[in-house]
């Protein structure tokens, strides 16, 4: 088992940043893949970005590259999503969750989630 704890969302107005975690707990934090994903009202869960345990690669959604940057410390066993230019369209529920697999943009492929964290921003 591994337990996943979001923090940092809050409300922000439109321009300015957040920075969410993410703390792991239980099994080794090593060596899942980790995921950021959102959910508005009403809307599907989606795709934000993701990092490889090998080499920390990062992934991205098209509408969060150059905005958002995900990294991750296995030390701390803690993974980070640093957002700039937060903009109204990103209010929604951010979860981080872990997999093995390399499906990085496929929720379905994630075994682990948090809770997650509301992150609001306004105009």
């Known amino acids: 088992q591994v337990q996943l704890v979001e923090s940092g969302g809050g409300l922000v107005q439109a321009g300015g940043s957040l920075r969410l975690s993410c703390a792991a707990s239980?099994?080794?934090?090593?060596?899942?893949?980790m995921g950021w994903f959102r959910q508005a009202p009403g809307k599907e869960r989606e795709f934000v970005a993701a990092i490889s345990w090998i080499g920390g690669y990062a992934y991205y959604a098209d509408s969060m590259k150059g905005r958002f940057t995900i990294s991750r410390d296995n030390a701390k066993n803690t993974v980070y999503l640093q957002m700039n230019n937060l903009k109204p369209e990103d209010t929604a529920l951010y979860y981080c969750?872990?997999?093995?697999?390399?499906?990085?943009?496929?929720?379905?492929?994630?075994?682990?989630w948090g809770q997650g964290t509301q992150v609001t921003v306004s105009r």
């Open positions: 969750a872990s997999t093995p697999l390399t499906r990085y943009s496929d929720y379905e492929a994630y075994n682990y």
């Open positions: 239980g099994r080794t934090f090593s060596p899942y893949n």
